[in-house]
């Protein structure tokens, strides 16, 4: 029986792409083998290769100017990839609003001269900072910040004010609602939360950016390399690309991001009201940067908070256990978690609270 997956990443796929990718798996299109066990330089790979990049570039409204790479070593890898790359000066600045996006910019410290240049640690990271207000260092390669923070749960709903190129960490957002692509130099995302299987990374990024990467950069991390052979430079991961190609399929055949996003802003709105209408849960992130994809939650005690999860746990809900930077709980509701799922979330956290309260 499938069970309602509230897991952060890797996380739950929408079943018509299991169950197609289940079809497939011993013979794919009467090649007599998967897509897994075939040869990535052969027909039938590189016509998903190109497929999926097609499509996101469709679903995401990618300029031609644009590349889109397919690589691997997780978002973690960009947080090098990217001053390696792109910090031809060697220095930029950086937002610091969670775990991910410090994680980045100690990364980046190890290539130049990185600055915070805003963070909400102070507040333990409930809040995005108003962008308007942010001050930017002259003579700096790009402005790095993390789109949705899916630990703590928040997001930018605006983008900062900077000539500076401006490169995002959308790895829990991405495909979720709709982006300007053009007011980006670079964004990037590991494909476990919103798209794939883990094992890829996208990077979308403006072509005239390319080429200019530090001498030390490695080979198999330049963003040129990856876009001069079309991401198959080395054997790329065949199985998450021909995933993300049907889960990108499936996005298409439901109406795209716009549908998406109206979805997922019901879901996020049905949860969010109901958590503040109540009081016994709690979240405390700043309302008007909640995250549409990841919602933290407390009980009135850590022992509540555990119970909660062992019980949801037995009625179905899953993977609802929060971060533990976080604690509580927190409910990823990526694109590929029904509506339904959230109803009956709803429905159970009513009960737990008033057989607890
Ligand atoms: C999960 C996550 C990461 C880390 O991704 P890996 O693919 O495990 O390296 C980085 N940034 C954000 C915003 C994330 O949600």
Redesign the pocket.
Known sequence: MRVFNFA??PSTLPLPVLEEAKKDLTDYLGTGMSIMEMSHRGKPFMAVNDEANALLRELMNIPDDYSVLFVQG????QFAAVPLNLAVNRKADYIVTGN?AKKAYEEGLKYGDMAIAASSEDAKYTYIPDVKNIKFRDGIDYVHF?H???IFGSRFTEIPETNATLVT?M??DILSEVVDVKKFGLIYA?A??NIAP?GL?IVIVRRDLLGKQLPECPTMLRYDIQDKNDSLYNTPPCWPIYMAMLVFRHLKALGGVPAMQKINEEKAAMLYDFIDNSSFYTNSVNKKDRSLMNVPFVSPSVDLDAKFVKEATENGLVSLKGHRLVGGMRASIYNAMPIEGVKKLIEFMKKFEMENK
Not at 74 to 77: C, D, I, L, T, V
Request: hydrophobic share 20%; no cysteine.
């Open positions: 952060a990443g997780g978002a973690s890898q991910f993390t949705n923070n899916t960490d790895s829990s590991g476990q939360k883990a990374t």
